[in-house]
Structures are given as structure tokens and as C-alpha cells.
């Protein structure tokens, strides 16, 4: 039935329905069938082993090259400038970045390795490990990137002076609010769109900047399982799953590439 929904479900035989409708179909008739075999009218609910059509995934928005630069020029006044520069050149999770502590960073070199992710149980924040068994991974870090974390370091330890006993940076992280405790992870979020409002960007979740650090390292020719790891991804199929089809560029580049081998 569901297939044949697919096909030709519209009313006035002008083809078929979506699979969003589909599911909307399917979810009305588990529910009948549901109350039916309360009643002992059928002897099981035949929908609940029944499954319907999954809707496409909606595509990956992502900011351009331009917009990226715009809304770090635009953080450069906000006291976590240094955080936000951090995902946007790393693609780190918000609860990597907000759970990063000073022990899991090298300046030196130029490292970081993610240990932790902060998380909110009963609202208070706390930390735990990373998203996936892959979230545990080292992160090379940019020239500039590293100077704004130096540059943070500094104006931590002058809050950190300021506060004196009042300090409550217990865990050692990178990123806290005047008085050392952890940065609330929608507080973040919420900044975030203000900073974006303020560059005149489209209006979208945080989630943009991870997603626009890994659209932007692919198109610059980054190799995927470089750009997975970076990104902590179970696996590279998933990375070329969710973000190839955001950047047209790659199959212009196979066509080239293609093209100037075979015609040599």
C-alpha cells in the first residue's frame, strides 16, 4: 500500500504522494489498527512490522568562504572570540569546544587532543566523552587560531586574578564565563546568532559552522578521511554521505580531472 501511495496516491491520479505524507498515512493507521486490537478486533497491529518511506534528508546549509570570514571578523569583539574561531577552523562540536580543558592543548605545537564534551545532566553542566568512540581524536590548529588561544589564555588569567577566591575554574577549561565557571552551552549558542545577526548572515543554527569548516575543507581538496577525522565521524562514508552533495564543486573537479587524463 505504501509503495502504491508513492506511485500514484494523489486523489486525481496527478502521481503520487511524498514520503512525509506517506508516514503521515502510516502513523494514522497504527494508531487505528493500534485501538482496533485493544478491542479484539484483529489479532495484531500488522503496521507496527510495516515500515514506511523515510522522508530525503533536508540538504546541508553551509556558509560560503565569504560569510565564515565575516562572522569571525564580526566575533573579534565578543570575549569568546577565541571559541568561536576555534569551531569554526576545527568543526569541533559545541560540547567539545565548551568541554575543551587547557591539559588537552599543546601551543607548541599546535595540537589539541578531544577528551571530554561538556553536557548537561539535571542542568548543570558537567563532562563527559565525546559523541562517538571516534570523537576521542588530535586536531592540528592554525598559526591564527593558536594566537587567539594565547591571547585568551591571558585575558583568563587576568579574570582569574580579578575573581580571586571567587575563581571556580575546577575543571581546567579553556572556555569559562568572568568567574571561571563552564559556558552554558545555549548561552553559547544564543551569542552566536547575535554575532550572526550582526554580519547579516542567514539565519541558522550553530550548527553552520561545523558543517561550513567541513563543506570548505572538502572543497579546497582536503582528503575526506582527513576531514572525517577532524570532524570525529564514525566512519568517511558518512562524511561523503552528508557532505558531498553540498559542494557542486567536487564533481565539476572529477569531470576535469577525468576529462584531462582520458584526452592527454
Known amino acids: 500500500m505504501y509503495a502504491d501511495l508513492l506511485e500514484r496516491g494523489r486523489s486525481r491520479g496527478e502521481g503520487g504522494l511524498s514520503p512525509r505524507s506517506v508516514r503521515y498515512a502510516h502513523t494514522v493507521l497504527r494508531k487505528a489498527l493500534a485501538a482496533a486490537a485493544k478491542r479484539h478486533r484483529v489479532v495484531i497491529n500488522v503496521a507496527d512490522l510495516a515500515e514506511p518511506p523515510k522522508p530525503p534528508k533536508p540538504p546541508v546549509k553551509v556558509w560560503t568562504v565569504e560569510q565564515v570570514r565575516g562572522f569571525l571578523e564580526h566575533a573579534k569583539s565578543d570575549r569568546l572570540h577565541a571559541d568561536y574561531r576555534l569551531s569554526a577552523m576545527t568543526g569541533m562540536r559545541r560540547g567539545e569546544v565548551l568541554g575543551l580543558a587547557w591539559n588537552q592543548v599543546d ?10 564534551a ?38 583568563q588569567a587576568a579574570e582569574q ?3 580571586g577566591e571567587a575563581w571556580a575554574n575546577v575543571l581546567g577549561l579553556v572556555f569559562t564565563d568572568e568567574l571561571g565557571a563552564p559556558v ?6 544564543k551569542r552566536f546568532g547575535t554575532i550572526a545577526k550582526l554580519a547579516k548572515l542567514p539565519r541558522l543554527p550553530l550548527k553552520v559552522v561545523r558543517h561550513s569548516h567541513a563543506t570548505l575543507a572538502m572543497a579546497a581538496g582536503v582528503h575526506p578521511r582527513t576531514v572525517s577525522d577532524r570532524l570525529g565521524h564514525a566512519s568517511v562514508a558518512f562524511t561523503l554521505t552528508t ?3 553540498a559542494v557542486p564543486q567536487l564533481q565539476r573537479d572529477a569531470a576535469d580531472t577525468l576529462a584531462a587524463l582520458v584526452n592527454w
Open 243 to 245: 557532505y558531498t552533495a
Open 118 to 155: 561538556l553536557v548537561l545532566v539535571d542542568h548543570v553542566p558537567t563532562v563527559s566523552l565525546p559523541k562517538t568512540e571516534r570523537g576521542a581524536r588530535p586536531i592540528a590548529l592554525d598559526a591564527d587560531t593558536v594566537a587567539a588561544l594565547r591571547a585568551h589564555r591571558k585575558q
Open 107 to 116: 601551543l607548541e605545537t599546535g595540537t589539541l587532543n578531544v577528551r571530554q
Open 161 to 163: 586574578l580579578r575573581a
Open 184 to 189: 552554558k552551552p545555549d548561552a553559547f549558542s
